[in-house]
C-alpha cells in the first residue's frame, strides 16, 4: 500500500520561502507522474506544480517564476520550493502521485492514485 507523506508547512511571512518535502513508501514511484495541489478555505482544489517521470513540469500561473518542483527518484520524493511566498499561497498542500499525467493537468486531480494527507502553509502580510 502506497502511502504520501507531506512535510515542511508552517506559518511564515510574505516574501519568506518554504520547502515542502512529500517522501512515498509501499512501492517505487518513479515511473509515476507526481507533484501538489493545494486548496484554501471555501475554495476548489487546484494544481500547484507537477512533474513527470521524465522530468517534465507544469506550473499554475499564479506560481511561475516562485515556485519549484523537483523529484528524487532514489528518495522515493517529491519536492516543492515555494519562494516569495504571499498571503493568497495560504492553503492546504497535497502531494499526489499516479501512472499517468491527466489527473494532474486535465483532470484537477480526480482519479488521482495516491494522496497525502496534507501539509498547511500560512502566509502572514
Known amino acids: 500500500q502506497v502511502q504520501l507523506s507531506e512535510s515542511g508547512g508552517g506559518l511564515v511571512q510574505a516574501g519568506d520561502s518554504l520547502r515542502l518535502s512529500c517522501l512515498a513508501s509501499?512501492?517505487?514511484?518513479?515511473?509515476?507522474?507526481m507533484g501538489w495541489f493545494r486548496q484554501a478555505p471555501g475554495k476548489q482544489r487546484e494544481l500547484v506544480a507537477a512533474?513527470?517521470?521524465?522530468?517534465?513540469?507544469n506550473y499554475a500561473d499564479s506560481v511561475k517564476g516562485r515556485f519549484t518542483v523537483s523529484r528524487d527518484n532514489a528518495k522515493n520524493s517529491v519536492y516543492l520550493r515555494m519562494n516569495s511566498l504571499k498571503p493568497e499561497d495560504t492553503a492546504v498542500y497535497y502531494c499526489?502521485?499516479?501512472?499517468?499525467?491527466?489527473?494532474?493537468?486535465?483532470?484537477?486531480?480526480?482519479?488521482?492514485?495516491?494522496w497525502g494527507n496534507g501539509t498547511l502553509v500560512t502566509v502572514s502580510s
Open positions: 509501499g512501492r517505487s514511484l518513479s515511473t509515476h507522474a
Open positions: 512533474i513527470t517521470s521524465g522530468s517534465s513540469t
Open positions: 499526489a502521485a499516479d501512472q499517468n499525467y491527466g489527473p494532474f493537468v486535465l483532470w484537477g486531480g480526480d482519479g488521482m492514485d495516491y
